[in-house]
């Protein structure tokens, strides 16, 4: 099994910037097998895509959305990977989701049912 704790939200205002954490651990738990992707979910709405990570090379993928602003990192020797979000707008706020995909796919996946484990969550507001 795998557990990933996210951490990092807060309330903040238009134009601040956030960092948010996501530590992955777990008994069998390798990153090099998997895609770490960000996702959210505002209030009355669908959870939505961020931002993936493919954990060995490092290639990444945005949604248009964020584009620009946000950026995903990560640190092998600490198993986390990171949301850095920027110029950020109330239309961000939302609860923050880290996902892990094991699966073998085509290109990096972007979309929830491709994710096999998932974090609580974490909670931004952003206020105008």
């Known amino acids: 099994q795998v557990q990933l704790v996210e951490s990092g939200g807060g309330l903040v205002q238009a134009g601040d910037s956030l960092r948010l954490s996501c530590a992955a651990s777990?008994?069998?738990?390798?990153?090099?097998?998997?895609?770490m992707g960000w996702f959210r979910q505002a209030p009355g709405k669908e959870r939505e895509f961020v931002g993936v990570?493919?954990?060995?090379?490092?290639?990444?993928h945005y949604a248009d959305s964020v584009k620009g602003r946000f950026t995903i990192s990560r640190d092998t020797a600490k198993n986390t990977v990171y949301l850095q979000m920027n110029s950020l707008k109330p239309e961000d706020t939302a609860v923050y989701y880290c996902?892990?995909?094991?699966?073998?796919?085509?290109?990096?996946?972007?979309?929830?049912?491709?994710?096999?484990?998932w974090g609580q969550g974490t909670q931004v507001t952003v206020s105008s």
């Open positions: 990570m493919s954990w060995n090379e490092g290639n990444t």
């Open positions: 996902a892990a995909s094991l699966k073998r796919l085509p290109s990096l996946p972007t979309t929830r049912r491709n994710y096999d484990y």
């Open positions: 777990g008994r069998t738990f390798s990153f090099g097998r998997y895609a």
